[in-house]
């Protein structure tokens, strides 16, 4: 891709405690650790941080507009970043994953941001359609080469641009509307992909991230395993995914519950698209449409041997952590109200301001506090196509609780 000019190079040095995480692998540079800079710069340029000896750092995206300033491409040796130094790259993420999945999954990420060397940039597959979800505009003057790429190395029926809402604006003013395709000409809204042989909708064009959980394949896959003549209770169930693993898992039946018309209905769809499966077919499904946090308060009215908690984040921000912690720990309190003995709760977080130390923690605690017995199976973090490689890059963690048979409370 293009390179800038020697003589108009942004050149930044930063403070000590930066350039010893940057020189640790750290992906961030915060504009307050800048410490010098040779001119202004303009979202969407590269920057190269020269250390107190004047050596080459690293080189990254700038980005004038975010706090997060520069986003790490490569720290080390001095590198071009050239066309063949971004195809290495991409195949690099590329054949990292093609080992994971096999035909009967063709829905995950190709590339996952910072973790694979793509800072604020994600990839993900869902059949034939790749999507593709733009976390800052400083992207977006790479667009078109990285495009072309993309057609070269994955060779997509269709590339859906996605963006996030701080970055929408720029990329509007640039031409590139958010669910827009730049790549192939379908205006399906919804695509069809599969997950360990079970068949997806994605919502490519408007869904939350990039339209569909694709973070929670294991943890889904896990529970099939648990499942077996169950009756499943899926807390924040959004399109189903937990309740058609337990279902082909042999679950008697499964009820969703979302505060959300719109994610019923696409799991109903889901639990259409999997009819021909005898299994799915053959379990009950009832849908439940309230907020959770107030229906799990109620007293219960039936019990189940299978909750699973898995609410959308709950500390957007650092200043909600405290009582997002609170929040967990209520509605794990809450939530194996409705075990019964012998049951299994799944509780999951994926806020990444919330620790998974102060999550497990959280849960462990409120189910201390029920009384009843409960052994602790397991607890998971991300996937291999999630990997965080960084702190900050942590956000999801489960935990697996399986309350003793003998219990009565
Ligand atoms: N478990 C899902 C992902 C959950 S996403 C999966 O495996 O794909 C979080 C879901 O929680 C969304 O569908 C959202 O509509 C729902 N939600 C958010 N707030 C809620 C609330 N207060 N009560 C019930 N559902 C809620």
């Given amino acids: 891709m293009t390179e800038p000019q020697p ?11 930066a350039e010893r995480a940057v020189r640790a692998g750290h992906p961030w540079v915060y504009g307050d650790s800048i410490r010098e800079q040779n001119r202004e710069g303009q979202t969407g340029e590269l920057g190269v941080i020269y250390d107190a000896r004047d050596r080459f750092l690293a080189i990254g995206l700038f980005d004038a507009d975010s706090p997060l300033r520069l986003r790490v491409l490569h720290a080390g040796k001095p590198v071009r970043l050239d066309l063949d130094w971004w195809r290495t790259r991409l195949q690099s993420a590329i054949e ?14 190709w590339i996952h941001g910072e973790n694979d060397g793509w800072p604020g940039l994600v990839l993900d597959r869902y059949g034939d359609t790749l999507v593709l979800k733009l976390y800052t505009a400083a992207w977006l003057p790479l667009l078109t080469e990285l495009t072309a790429l993309i057609r070269d190395e994955l060779a997509p029926q269709r590339l859906v641009f996605r963006v996030s809402r701080n970055a929408e604006v720029v990329a509007r003013s640039t031409g590139l509307v958010d669910g827009h395709n730049l790549i192939g000409d379908s205006s399906d809204e919804r695509v069809v992909f599969l997950e360990n042989g079970l068949r997806f909708e994605a919502e490519v064009v408007r869904g939350q991230k990039t339209g569909f959980f694709l973070d929670q394949r294991e943890n889904r896959q896990r529970l099939e395993t648990f499942a077996a003549g169950a009756d499943v209770l899926n807390v924040f169930s959004f399109s189903g995914g937990f ?6 898992g042999g679950a008697r039946s499964v009820t969703d519950l979302d505060i959300s018309a719109h994610a019923l209905a696409q799991a109903r769809r889901n639990v259409a698209l999997n009819q021909t499966h005898p299994r799915i077919a053959a379990a009950r499904h009832e849908q439940v449409q309230a907020d959770a ?15 699973v908690l898995d609410p959308p984040s709950l500390a957007k921000r650092e200043v909600e952590r405290a009582e997002a912690i609170r929040a967990y720990e209520r509605l794990a309190a809450h939530g194996l109200r409705w075990l019964r003995p012998g049951g299994l709760l799944l509780a999951a977080s994926c806020s990444a301001h919330v620790s998974d130390g102060e999550f497990f923690q959280a849960v462990r605690g409120a189910t201390r506090r029920s009384g009843r017995p409960f052994e602790e199976q397991m607890t998971t973090g991300h996937p291999s196509d999630h990997a ?6 942590k956000y999801l963690k489960a935990i697996y609780l399986r309350f003793s048979r003998n219990s009565t409370r």
């Fill in 243 to 248: 309740s058609l693993y337990a279902a082909r």
């Fill in 7 to 17: 003589s108009r190079l942004l050149r930044l040095r930063v403070a000590p405690a």
């Fill in 293 to 307: 946090f107030e229906w799990l308060a109620e007293a219960p009215p039936r019990q189940f041997d299978v909750v």
């Fill in 96 to 109: 990292r994953r093609r080992a994971w999945f096999d035909a009967e999954t063709t829905g995950f990420r």
């Fill in 388 to 393: 965080a490689t960084f702190a900050e890059a």
